[in-house]
């Protein structure tokens, strides 16, 4: 089946560095991947996405790129802020209209 | 326009009672999804309408478990004799249901389930 794996948290950064948090996944065929963010006190919020190899998604500064050879979605920002501290969900869809698989979720604190 | 809701936000129960839990998605989407996020974990697939009809419910972890859309637009998620491992946020989605590249799902807030 399906599946999603993702590095556990928290990770504690300074604000202004450079943020890694690394995704791999498990599916037949060619999924579309998602990164969502929970902020504290919310739900969850799309942050980026891509559908095909090579793609990459980007958004606030955030950016992942779709790597099939390595089945990998790892997702980065050269500059971390505090408001950047939140909860982030890697995810993956067999068809983009289809049920959603997460990962554990990856907490980050960014400390001023 | 609004994103989805859910009701009640918090719901408080005892091992044994009937819950039921509500979803109001955006207005004119077709697809519809319930999850339930434990505590420290990513959320899990529970069921999938596309309209009136369940498209896949392989989530539900047992027949305590059901869901109905009945116009297509509401959903209801029902428990019964709920148990203490019941105990989570059950989270619902909604997507155009038109498929491709544009259909991303989008999250309620949430109905955080106790049961004592």
């Known amino acids: 089946g399906n599946s999603v794996t993702q590095m556990e948290g928290p990770v504690t950064l300074s604000e202004e560095a450079f943020l890694t948090i690394n995704c791999t996944y498990t599916a037949t065929g060619y999924p579309s991947l998602f990164w969502y963010v929970q902020y504290p006190g919310e739900g969850l919020q799309l942050l980026l996405k891509a559908t095909k190899a090579d793609d990459k998604g980007s958004n606030k500064g955030f950016e992942a790129t779709y790597r099939k050879e390595t089945t990998s979605f790892h997702l980065e920002k050269g500059s971390v802020q505090v408001s950047d501290s939140a909860v982030y969900f890697c995810a993956l869809s067999p068809n983009a209209g289809n049920m959603l698989t997460f990962g554990g979720g990856t907490r980050l604190m960014v400390k001023p | 326009g609004a994103g989805v809701s859910q009701t009640p ?77 019941d105990s989570a946020v059950y989270l619902c989605a909604s997507s155009s249901g038109q498929g491709g590249e544009t259909d991303t799902q989008y999250f309620g807030p949430g109905t955080r389930l106790t049961v004592l």
Request: aromatic share 12%; proline share 5%; hydrophobic share 30%.
């Open chain 2, 9 to 85: 936000s918090n719901k408080v129960t005892e091992k044994g009672k009937y819950v039921e839990l509500r979803c109001d998605p955006i207005s004119g989407h077709t697809a519809l999804y319930w999850y339930r996020q434990s505590l420290g974990q990513g959320p899990e697939f529970l069921i999938y309408f596309q309209g009136t009809g369940a498209a896949d419910d392989s989530g539900l972890p047992n027949d305590r478990f059901f869901a109905v859309r009945p116009e297509g637009s509401v959903s209801t998620l029902k428990i019964q004799r709920t148990e203490r491992g």
